[in-house]
């Protein structure tokens, strides 16, 4: 009996780690089709653990932040440092009036690199609650708009001109 119990064991042990095996396998396989989506879209991937204030960034957000991952300590202050007064006014809003619930949210924010290059992003976020009232994660992605900004203040200026030279004709 020892012995036949024995074999069912080992025998559920290997079920278990076959099955183990291939979730690991999914797991690795979908995080790797998730950087290659954020890499093609040229996305930085950043999580912020509120009550540790733990933040995690990809290499993309290191580079949209003009920062280098070696010399940068990821710390809420200094990360706020990179952040337009005016936008990190509005971001706070935003997660105080989801009021502790699950949620998402996108804004524009202007981050200010070390060099004082002013960079425009899209960031999109999804918030999670600590089931006590308040936000224990905030995860998202940040788009850098720069280029696409700029070419609307130039084609914005064109109209005008354009509009100019119709009224002066």
């Known amino acids: ?35 290659l989506a954020l890499a093609a879209g040229q996305m930085g991937s950043w999580d912020w653990e509120i009550a540790s204030g733990r933040c ?12 280098e991952p ?31 619930r699950d949620g998402t949210f996108q804004v524009e924010v202007r981050i200010i690199q070390p060099g ?15 089931g006590r009232g308040g936000i224990a994660r905030v995860s998202g992605v940040t788009i850098d708009i720069t280029d696409l900004k700029d070419a609307e203040a130039r084609r914005a200026l064109l109209v005008k001109e354009v509009d100019d030279r119709g009224r002066n004709a």
């Open 56 to 67: 995690d960034w990809d290499a993309v957000q290191y580079r949209i932040f003009g920062v």
């Open 116 to 130: 004082g290059e002013i960079r425009w992003c899209l960031c999109a976020a999804s918030m999670a609650s600590d």
């Open 70 to 100: 070696d010399g940068f300590e990821l710390t809420f202050d200094n990360i706020r440092s990179h952040i337009h007064p005016e936008d990190l006014s509005r971001i706070q809003g935003l997660i105080a009036e989801r009021n502790g």
């Open 1 to 35: 009996q020892l012995e036949q119990l024995n074999v069912e064991l080992e025998r559920r042990v290997a079920a278990r780690t076959a099955e183990l095996e291939a979730s690991n396998t999914r797991l690795r396989e979908s995080e790797q089709r998730r950087s």
